[in-house]
């Protein structure tokens, strides 16, 4: 009945791994809780969980994606702490954890951290940025929510029962075969990328249907804002890089479980053929995730430079370009694993092609705050680092690019120290910058600018003190994911790194104290203009938080920067004659249904426990054929019901105080001169 699945496969096996799950199981019971000492529980299932209001399945996602961070985040100290004593020693990880924790920290950042974040802010504002009233597909991406949350389910229940895999967030054959890997492990990651892949995958349909579909009147595609255009290449590379990485993990799930070879070093298998899905998968992932992280960018460069964006058409031009390029450059991950010199030298031509529209995008930003009067606020600050921080990363990656070096650095420090010079400030600054700009669209405040800074001096400092040692050490020859080591040169860079990892730290907590003294002291950073950055872009033309419907009437768009453009036309803030009824789709369960049922269906499978697979597939086609049935799925907002909301955002408007912004050049009104292009 329980399959493979006992009592000796509880983390008993270690005092550290037992330590992991009891964090877990204490950190569910709290949230647990807390949700019951605020007696939120009704709340939390009718307006939250059952909701498929884009704004709020965004939220969703953040939350997720900053729990998953902190989750991550705790793997990467633990192993640089681990490093930074194993000279000779052991340290306090078994090789077995620790090969554990470096597969999880990967896992998890790309996969449960990254993406949802990415999803989270895409959800919260495209649909304000496109003057739209909610995602083509509402009930879909509820689904695609609760899918990618049971796979982050499935990675922090690993914690609890059986153990993780051991073979990288790569899950490379032949090791990660049976033959090799037979426990539990893999299979937990095989069965929470599996899953989660189809939530992203719909996610990435959801997106490109509703900015093809739902713009508002006026908005031609080349008055999309750079955040918008970012999400619909991105969603482009989602639906054509995601299949790739589902069939690779299908296949590998029937060579583990079910004789098959696949991927195997017999039979006629071949494990380059999963190598080769993967980084076809893997290498647009790093653009589906960075591009986005532009889109932040651009949008925060010309708030806070008070400038048009510079460069528009071209940053556009660049975003299609690195989508289109990103699909030819899969093999510079492998270039040491016996293809042709020729094979090589065509890839490593593509990876170098590919940073020439990455460059034409930093002298964009650049030239956008070049005689602009910089504002700089936290999410300016991240924008800053991120320029910096970046170009270095890209630096590195050309020099990756060429085969030669490659096979010099291959499987060292340096290629880790790249990685994360191209993710942290590409992806984390952005992700972060972003949340800080429009948190309080979501909630209607601002977040503590002090405790904001804080966090952005820590993340930056912590960076360059983590990550710069392990150049060197990737240069002096030292391999990566070393559990322990015997050359004395290596201790005082990896006691440096792990000094680094402790800054970050500091700025994850800055973070958290930030959150916490902005829920305080909430009620002395309202937003009531729903504009507190004096935008350019439609979200801002909603209130903070926004109505349900997001706008009483569409809006009609006659310029790029659509907000900015009715502001210095005097029309921003008119009101129609009348109000007409609003159709909304109504909150269900069905999605959460799918998504729980998918999560069990994938522990199931893990185990072996096929009747509750069985079972889980059921209850999954029940909940789709019961959506699927379901007539009375639209409720309709009231004329009377809109303008009372209204009612209540003009007088909110009217007790507006004035713009922190209103005195900077550029403010609606007191326009600055336009640089023409």
């Known amino acids: 009945m329980f399959g493979r699945l006992t009592i000796d496969s509880l983390p008993f096996y270690s005092a550290v791994a037992a330590s992991g799950a009891a964090v877990t199981v204490l950190g569910g019971l709290a949230v647990a809780g807390a949700i019951t000492y605020f007696g939120a529980w009704r709340m939390v299932m009718t307006q939250w969980v059952s909701s498929v209001d884009h704004k709020k399945i965004g939220i969703m996602y953040i939350m997720l994606a900053l729990v998953m961070l902190l989750r991550g985040f705790v793997d990467a100290a633990m192993m640089r702490s681990q490093q930074a004593i194993a000279y000779n020693s052991e340290g306090y990880l078994p090789p077995d954890h620790f090969d554990q924790i470096f597969s999880s920290h990967g896992t998890i950042m790309i996969f449960f951290m990254a993406m949802p974040f990415l999803s989270g802010l895409a ?44 073979a990288g967030w790569t899950a490379y054959p032949p090791y990660s075969g049976v033959e090799y890997t037979p426990g539990v492990g893999v299979d937990y990651w095989l069965w929470m990328v599996f899953i989660a892949g189809f939530g992203t995958t719909m996610t990435g349909i959801n997106f490109l249907v509703t900015i093809i579909k739902n713009r508002a009147p006026g908005m031609t595609m080349f008055r999309l804002p750079l955040f918008t255009w970012t999400i619909l ?6 639906i054509f890089a995601f299949p790739a990485l589902t069939v690779a993990c299908a296949m590998l799930i029937l060579d583990r479980n079910f004789g098959f070879h696949f991927f195997t070093n017999a039979m006629g298998g071949n494990m380059m053929n999963y190598i080769n899905l993967f980084w076809l998968w893997g290498h647009p992932e790093v653009y589906i995730l960075i591009l986005p992280a532009f889109g932040v960018f651009s949008e925060v460069v010309s708030t806070f430079s008070q400038k048009r964006l510079f460069g528009y058409i071209s940053l556009v031009l660049a975003t299609c370009a690195i989508g289109l390029l990103s699909f030819t450059v899969w093999l510079h991950h492998f270039f040491t694993m016996g293809s042709s010199a020729k094979v090589n030298s065509f890839f490593g031509t593509m990876t170098t092609i590919i ?18 009067r910089i504002i700089f606020k936290p999410p300016m600050l991240f924008t800053i680092g991120f320029l910096v921080t970046f170009v270095i990363g890209g630096l590195s990656g050309v020099l990756l690019a060429l085969p030669p070096i490659d096979y010099l650095m291959h499987n060292t420090t340096f290629l880790v120290a790249h990685f994360h010079n ?11 910058a972003g949340y800080m700009y429009w948190f309080p669209k979501a909630f209607g405040f601002k977040l503590n600018e002090k405790w904001g800074t804080r966090a952005f001096w820590c993340w930056i400092v912590g960076f360059y003190v983590a990550f710069m040692p392990l ?3 990737g240069m002096l020859g030292m391999p990566r994911r070393m559990e322990h080591y015997d050359i004395a040169a290596w201790q005082p860079h990896l006691i ?44 801002w033309a909603t209130s903070s938080p926004a109505a349900p419907y997001n706008f009483a009437v569409l809006p ?36 959460l249904v799918i998504g729980v049922a998918g999560g069990v269906f994938g522990f199931a499978a893990i185990w072996w426990m096929w009747w509750l697979a069985l079972l889980s597939l059921a209850v999954i ?30 007088a909110q408007l009217a007790k507006a105080p004035k713009n922190e912004m209103a005195d900077e050049p550029g403010f609606a009104g007191e326009p600055a001169p336009e640089p023409a292009e």
């Open 123 to 166: 959800n919260l504002i495209v649909p304000q940025q496109i003057g739209s009233r909610d995602v083509a597909f509402p009930f879909m991406n509820s689904v695609s929510l609760w899918l990618t949350t049971a796979g982050a389910g499935l990675m922090l229940i690993s914690l609890v029962v059986g153990k993780f895999s051991t």
């Open 233 to 238: 290449i991105t969603s482009v590379l989602i």
């Open 355 to 372: 940073s020439v529209p990455t460059g034409v995008k930093v002298f964009d930003w650049l030239l956008t705050m070049y005689r602009g």
């Open 422 to 432: 191209m993710i942290i400030p590409g992806v984390l600054f952005g992700y972060l």
């Open 471 to 473: 150049y060197v050490l």
């Open 496 to 539: 440096v790194a792990g000094i680094g990892a402790f800054i970050i730290l500091l700025g994850m907590i800055c973070l958290a104290v930030q959150l916490v003294v902005s829920i305080r002291e909430r009620n002395q950073a309202l937003d009531l203009s729903g504009d507190p950055w004096n935008g350019r872009s439609l979200e």
């Open 556 to 591: 009609k768009v006659e310029s790029r920067d659509a907000w900015w453009d009715m502001k210095q036309r005097g029309v921003a803030y008119e009101r129609p004659a009348e109000y007409e009824d609003i159709v909304m789709p109504k909150n269900t369960y069905a999605g």
């Open 621 to 650: 086609a029940a909940a789709i054929i019961y959506r699927a049935s379901d007539d009375d799925d639209e409720f309709v907002m009231t004329a009377s019901e809109v303008k009372a909301i209204e009612d209540e955002r003009f």
